[in-house]
């Protein structure tokens, strides 16, 4: 979080990490208790009520609300499938590096929230960021224009800051709305059976990775047949 000009004993910029467990007692008697893992092979409820209690953190007084951006961001994907093929940037490896070679592309997409006064309800920003992006974002703010450091400025991806597209600042905090309706909804089923048609974005996104699998040129013969068999092309 970036607090830039706040007189409320807060530091300039806060970063907060979930935690994922906390481990007590003895080894005949060690407990461990799951607290925020809004990850996959677990439910998303701790992650988001964490999420949750950070809003309400910075939105409680309105004088920090009103000069700061909340960043939202996750170091993995999930290993939810995406359709977007990752950009080329060639990242080389530096000094202390473990690899000797460089990558030339990023990974899949993640998920990432500004949230700020300084930013219009309902954006989506379509440019191209990495993890790098906050640094040069905290260069945009703190940096006097010297830059972060040469391999992060030499980057070809935008700072947070192209997110920030109301300059007035002048967004009242947004009221949280009720999770009752969502709550009493009937949800739906996430899996997809044989002989079903894909109806969910979810559904579809499987068959189009099923799809893509089958008219794979490398794909290793026999490998996914039962699958491939299971789920038929959709539109043949």
Known sequence: ???????V????FLFVLEALWRRS????????QILVPDRRCGGIKGGQEFLLEVYRS???VEDVWKRCALIVIYDEHGGFFDHVLPPAQTSSPLADAKFDTAFD???VRVPALVVSPFVKSGT???GMMDHTSILKFISDV???GNGYSPEVDSRSVVSVSKVLNNAAGD????????????LDREPRAAGRLQGTAPDTAMQEAFQHALDGIRNHPAKPAGTYDALLAAFPREHP
């Open 1 to 7: 979080m970036i607090f830039p000009a706040i007189t």
């Open 105 to 107: 592309s990023l990974g």
């Open 142 to 144: 703190f940096g006097r």
């Open 171 to 182: 967004r009242e905090i947004p009221v949280i709305p009720s999770l009752n309706p969502y």
């Open 9 to 12: 004993g807060l530091p300039d």
């Open 25 to 32: 007692g003895q080894r005949s008697t060690q407990t461990s």
């Open 124 to 126: 989506v920003f379509h």
């Open 58 to 60: 910075i939105t409680r």
